[in-house]
């Protein structure tokens, strides 16, 4: 009698890619309202009693606390994800992000319930980076374990063009509101664009509830192979991978920068006017759409690191032309470099940096390993906005020392990107086999 072989895993990308674009979207709304927020009216309504400046920057700070969470949350978040499955990790993170969104909608200001107000808004930007600390990796793991071989660049870039949609709804829920008088603006305006979080819990668990987990995971929990311990086997046999990816996240410091430094800049010191700002993260995050996948083609046939290089040092360089034409105050030069900085340069390391991270380690470490390398990274660029209101200078012509600071972190990240290995052209079973393979040669050399 003959014994009849399962039938191995069917792989859907499109439907991974799909969820995961939807799922990040959703995410990232609540993510960036909060950045949007802590830059146009945290400041007067958590703070009201600080000196002018002074407010700012504990409106900055908060922002930045979130990242602190994001280190944290990934060492569990990987955990979870490396040992039980994807999917688990990308239900619970839009869960606990909706949850922890809306109820910043919900919160007492300073002049209700003084210095408890502050405390509780720090508490939930804290469960808000808790989440956010899963959810790139873990869709970026979905994504790329159910794509074709040749093309898991371009389709792990579906999760990345999600966050910046989700960027584009979450300007776009501020538009009409920061245009409403000022007393209506901080009272009862500003809560809107987190209540709608509500949207946010009910839609993502829909569609993720409908996910099925990854064929390589699958396969590996069929085989006993899934790691018991994933975190000891990362940081005894991966850990020069993980410093890799957190140095290369450092780029991210551009992208703070620009969404919350920059606009704060804008409004409170060179006084432009808050809507047509938005509008300027609106245009930049919509042409994204079209050249995250774009950037993400060319890395498949090229290699990531080319690509990777150009969008980081490119948009670290650009921002010695957007700080200052956002003190010139013309429209046209802040439209037409914001567009070069971040709707195209800058995107040229965001949409391939799921794949090319993420292709740094093996199936049994995937999301781990990124999730710590990503948010040890991103954490210290959350805290930019933060650094850099503290070293800027005075006046419109400030901005000098911000530039810098941006430029620095690029270099960083760009160099350590040349120091990873070209995957683009390999297989996931032959990245597992090197990474495996690497890992027995750094014991050797260990007990030797």
Sequence with gaps: MSTAIPAAPQKTPVR???????????????????????ALVFNKIFFPNAAPGVDILLSMATFGVGY?????????????????????????????????????GCLPTYGQIGVWAPILL??????????????QSGGTSMSLEHSPENRRGYFTSFTLSGTQFGQVIAAAAFIPVSALPGDQLLTWGWRVPFWLSALVVFAGLIIRARLS????????????????????????????????????????????????????????????????????????????LLTIPAWALLADRIGRKPVFILGTLGSGAA????????????????????ILMSGVLYMAQNGIFPAFYSEMFPTKVRLSGMAIGTQVGFALAGFAPTITAAIAG??????????????????????????????????????????????AGHAKAAVA
């Design 319 to 338: 921002m010695f032309l957007y700080m200052p034409a956002i003190a010139s105050g013309n429209w046209a030069a802040i439209f037409g470099v914001a």
């Design 68 to 104: 602190v969470a994001r280190p944290i949350g990934a060492f569990f978040m990987g955990h979870w994800g490396d040992k039980f499955g994807r999917k688990n990790v990308l239900i619970g993170t839009v869960l606990l992000m909706g949850i922890s969104t809306f109820l910043v």
């Design 122 to 135: 720090v508490t939930l930007r804290l469960l808000q980076g808790f989440s956010a600390s899963g959810e």
């Design 394 to 439: 005075p006046g419109v012509n400030g901005w000098v020392p911000v530039a810098w600071y941006t430029l620095i972190s690029s270099v960083i990240a760009a160099a350590a990107a040349l120091t990873a290995k070209e995957t683009a052209h390999k297989t996931l079973a032959q990245i597992d086999a090197e990474a495996e393979a690497s890992a």
């Design 213 to 288: 987990e990854t064929p390589v995971f699958k396969e590996e929990a069929a085989s006993h192979e899934v790691a018991q311990a994933p975190l000891k086997v990362l940081f005894r046999h991966h850990w020069r991978a993980v410093i890799r990816v957190a140095l290369c996240a450092l780029v991210s410091t551009v992208s703070t920068i620009y969404g919350v430094y920059a606009l704060a800049f804008a409004t409170t010191t060179v006084h432009l006017d808050k809507g047509v700002m938005l509008w300027v993260g609106v245009t930049t995050n919509l042409l994204s």
């Design 16 to 38: 991974a890619a799909l969820a995961s674009w939807v799922g990040s979207a959703l995410e990232y709304y609540d993510f960036f309202i909060y950045g949007t927020a802590a």
